[in-house]
């Protein structure tokens, strides 16, 4: 998953199906840090920006 990828909640996401998380855009990945895993930061097509775990997200076309 990187910058530019369009996602959707994946299986294990507690908003998959509600229309404000239909899919979203990553516009930061944030690497792994002492006490920290991995995220990326979402902005959602209802316009909200969330930090997200990737493992919950579903890539639906990645950045080229």
């Known amino acids: 998953m990187e910058v530019g990828d369009l996602v959707r909640p994946g299986e294990n996401h ?9 899919h979203g855009v990553v ?3 944030l690497e792994k840090s002492e006490g920290f895993n991995v995220g990326v930061i979402v902005r959602w097509n209802d316009g909200d920006i969330e930090l997200e775990v990737p493992p919950w997200l579903e890539v639906i076309s990645e950045n080229r």
């Open 14 to 22: 507690g908003l998959r199906g509600h229309k404000d998380r239909a």
């Open 27 to 29: 516009i930061e990945y």
